[in-house]
C-alpha cells in the first residue's frame, strides 16, 4: 500500500521560511515524478512543484525564485524549501507521485497517481 507522509508545516511571519518533507513508502518509485501542490481555503488546488527521477525540476510562476524543490531517491523523499514566505502562500501543502507525468502535464492533478494527507502552512503578516 503506497503511502505519502508530509511533514513540516506549521505557522510563520511574512519573509520567514519554512521546509516541507515527503516520505513515500509502498513500493519503488523508480521514474515517478514527485511533486507539491497546495490548496488555500475555498480555491483549487494548484501546482507548486515537481521534480523528475533525474531530478530535472519545474516550478509555478508564482513560487519561482523562492521555492526549491529536491529528492532523495535511495530515501524516496522530497522536500520543499519555502523562502521569502507570503500571506499568499497559506494553503494546505500536498505532496503527490506520478507514473505519468511529463513535462507538459506535471502541473496537472488528475496525473498524479497517490497522494498525502496534507500539511498546513500558514504565513501571516
Known amino acids: 500500500q503506497v503511502q505519502l507522509v508530509e511533514s513540516g508545516g506549521g505557522l510563520v511571519q511574512a519573509g520567514g521560511s519554512l521546509r516541507l518533507s515527503c516520505v513515500a513508502s509502498?513500493?519503488?518509485?523508480?521514474?515517478?515524478?514527485m511533486a507539491w501542490f497546495r490548496q488555500a481555503p475555498g480555491k483549487e488546488r494548484d501546482f507548486v512543484a515537481a521534480?523528475?527521477?533525474?531530478?530535472?525540476?519545474g516550478y509555478a510562476d508564482s513560487v519561482k525564485g523562492r521555492f526549491t524543490i529536491s529528492r532523495d531517491n535511495a530515501k524516496n523523499t522530497v522536500d520543499l524549501q519555502m523562502n521569502s514566505l507570503t500571506p499568499e502562500d497559506t494553503a494546505v501543502y500536498y505532496c503527490?507521485?506520478?507514473?505519468?507525468?511529463?513535462?507538459?502535464?506535471?502541473?496537472?492533478?488528475?496525473?498524479?497517481?497517490?497522494w498525502g494527507q496534507g500539511t498546513q502552512v500558514t504565513v501571516s503578516e
Open positions: 521534480i523528475t527521477w533525474t531530478k530535472s525540476t
Open positions: 509502498g513500493r519503488t518509485f523508480s521514474n515517478y515524478v
Open positions: 503527490a507521485v506520478s507514473s505519468r507525468a511529463a513535462t507538459m502535464t506535471r502541473m496537472t492533478r488528475g496525473v498524479y497517481d497517490y
